[in-house]
């Protein structure tokens, strides 16, 4: 029972914060100041996982890093600007709906991959390619898409910056130093507080404009389910069509419909209104969901090839 209610942890911890953005926002206020700092430590403490010499050899990095652009940005990115251009209509969810388009591989995968039993390089080659690509695609996004909105939109490029280059930089210094072996003592504690605080605080910043509802969330929220559980059926069916062996199947559905809701919800609070914050928590439900749902399946099949070997 503790080995089951471990693997789920981040659900858990996730819908905890949900609940209490909802029935606690009082400390809303704080949660837009707190969010930032809780983002650098999530990424950064996920960073020191990477090896040692992760990135002293690019090039043999290179397939896994076209490989998840390829299906995060073009695949799943454009699938969610194309669709939202069509069917969101207010312009706040619109600019939120480009957010998330443009945010890299979500970090989760790291703990989905151990799930899945895939090769932790190709995970790890595919997060950290997604987030460099986030450097290419960030003021694109700002070129294309913000130049007719109020913004300096080169806020958002400087603020993506210290999201994951200032991570970057210190998660390598501290392994270098070493000091990651003792950060990771506690670093299952920090993770913890610090994805609680950032989905409480997107939550209870976002609930008042939640509790008007509207077609556009009912759009959001259809977009979402599609790029998540429909992109996985997808996506598979082309893998198995072409005789793919599941862990290669596996590699392309994580980039195709995981991205960093939390980053994105945090940039939307930090540069935006609290209401472009909704479609990156409509988008992190979903796919909290969607990951979870793997789990049990994944856990189900194995348990069930196990019974099948053994008669």
Known sequence: MMISLQSYRSGIIFFLAVICGII????????????????????????????????????????????????????????????????????????????????????????????????????????AGTHLGTLCIVPLVGIVFFQYTHLRYWNIIVLVLCLIVLPLLMSRVAVEKEWDKVIVKYDEMAMDFSYFLVYYAITANVRPYLANGSNDVISIASIALISTFLFDIVIRKIGLYFKAPDDKINA????????????????????????????????????????????????????????????
């Open 24 to 127: 606690v926002p009082q400390c809303a206020r704080a949660g837009m100041f707190l969010i930032l700092p809780a983002l650098m430590i999530i990424i950064t403490i996920s960073l020191l996982r990477f090896p040692r010499d992760f990135f002293r050899h690019p090039g043999s990095l290179l397939y896994a890093s076209i490989q998840g652009n390829i299906m995060n940005y073009l695949v799943l990115g454009n699938f969610i600007i194309l669709t939202g251009a069509f069917l969101v209509n207010k312009q706040e969810l619109w600019v939120g709906m480009v957010l998330v388009a443009a945010m890299p591989l979500s970090l989760e995968a790291i703990t989905l991959g151990n799930s899945l039993h895939l090769d932790k390089r190709h995970i790890f080659t595919a997060l």
């Open 252 to 311: 392309f559905i994580l980039p195709g419909t995981m991205k960093a809701c939390g980053l994105a919800g945090g940039i939307a609070l930090t540069v935006f209104s609290p209401e472009v914050a909704i479609p990156s928590l409509i988008f992190a439900v979903f796919t909290i969901i969607y990951m979870n749902w793997i789990k049990f399946r994944f856990r189900h099949l194995t348990v069930k090839t196990h019974i099948n070997h053994k008669i």
